[in-house]
């Protein structure tokens, strides 16, 4: 799996969930094309389209997804080449979207995300693959959709809304492929119904994300298995499950496998959250430092301590992790890439 996030799905320019309230003074922000070492791994700030920046994906070839602010003010979401050293291709937004995001990129280069309508305000699921942009059909009662994953088989897996009602929406999370969609029923033994995100995908088809008011879950062929009781999840094809959950008044990063849970440490604070995990078991996410600073981190195989990947003074945020190690994430509101 080569994708980001937290669940359900939050703005790269928003504040990371899991920030406190007391922070040590910032240093200045790292800027587009700085390039700085931490933690063992080289950083660099992705270039820009001419403002703020989020990576959200990498595929094993080292080409990052994102999206960043063209000139107009608005979002476009953006292909970086691997090294991300070069300005990034701009995707466009389609005739009718005001801006977009590209959420993820399998092996083959196809890219998945969403464009947001001009007139509507909703987001609707893009395929972007040699150069087309194109916008699958989406049934009749479907009013938003937007995908948060997808796999070298062209697998998708995301979020729609559902209108239930004059004024309800339903989140269902959904799987996508080839024009076939099919909808992540989440439901309880009583068959009670429930809301949820779709937010990871495997090459095996194993689902993973999270359920409203509920915690995280893994879905295969019409099963459903919830994993903990807060947060959501994303898997590797080795069917490792990473997330956060929480404990008392805290948020923490666990790893999960053959339903054992191993809870994961902080930087110092209380608070940490695990985003990615490849399949040789490295860990991407974020974790709070004794100071309050949330720092990206990585978690190396059968470790339970962080590497801090953050720049001093600055809070920063991983991300997505390839099987090469190669992780991106965002420093400030500046998306990163570590290598």
């Known amino acids: ?116 309508d001009k007139k509507t305000g909703a987001r609707r699921f893009f395929w972007w693959e040699d150069g087309v942009m194109e916008w699958p059909d989406a049934p009749e009662e479907v009013v938003v959709w937007f995908p948060r994953d997808i796999t070298n088989r062209g697998q998708v897996v995301g979020t729609m809304k559902i209108k239930g009602g004059p004024s309800i929406f339903e989140n269902v999370p959904f799987l996508w492929h080839r024009g076939e969609l099919t909808e992540l029923l989440l439901r309880d033994r009583g068959n009670v119904r429930f809301s949820g995100w779709g937010y990871s995908v495997n090459n095996r088809g194993l689902v993973g994300g999270n359920i409203w008011e509920g915690g995280a879950f893994l879905w295969y062929h019409g099963k459903m298995l919830e994993v903990t009781k807060e947060g959501g999840v994303a898997i590797n094809d080795h069917n490792q499950a990473v997330g956060a959950c929480k404990v008392l008044d805290a948020s923490r990063a666990f790893v999960w496998e053959m339903c054992s849970m191993t809870m994961l440490d902080t930087l110092g604070g209380q608070n940490s959250g695990a985003s990615d995990i490849n399949n040789r078991g490295q860990i991407a996410g974020s974790a709070e430092t004794a100071t309050g600073e949330m720092h990206a981190c990585l978690w190396q195989p059968d470790k339970i301590k962080p590497v801090d990947l953050g720049p001093p003074g600055v809070n920063s945020g991983g991300g997505a992790i390839n099987n090469k190690g190669q992780m991106v994430g965002n420093i400030e509101n500046m998306g990163a890439l570590w290598t």
Not at 44 to 54: A, F, N
Not at 75 to 80: F, G, N, Q, R, Y
Not at 95 to 113: F, L, M, R
Request: charged share 20%; with cysteine.
């Open 1 to 116: 799996m080569e994708t980001i996030e937290r669940l359900p799905f939050t703005d790269p320019f928003m504040k990371p969930e899991l920030e406190t309230a007391a922070h040590a003074a910032p240093a200045a922000a790292p800027q587009p094309g700085d390039t700085f070492k931490v933690g063992g791994k080289t950083v660099r700030v992705l270039p820009t389209l001419g403002g703020r920046t989020g990576a959200l994906g990498i595929n094993n070839k080292g080409y990052v997804v994102g999206g960043s602010e063209a000139p107009d003010g608005k979002i476009h979401a953006c292909l970086w080449e691997p090294g991300g050293k070069t300005k990034p291709l701009d995707l466009g937004v389609g005739n009718k979207g005001i801006s977009s995001w590209a959420t993820a990129i399998n092996n083959k280069g196809q890219v998945v995300g969403y464009t947001v």
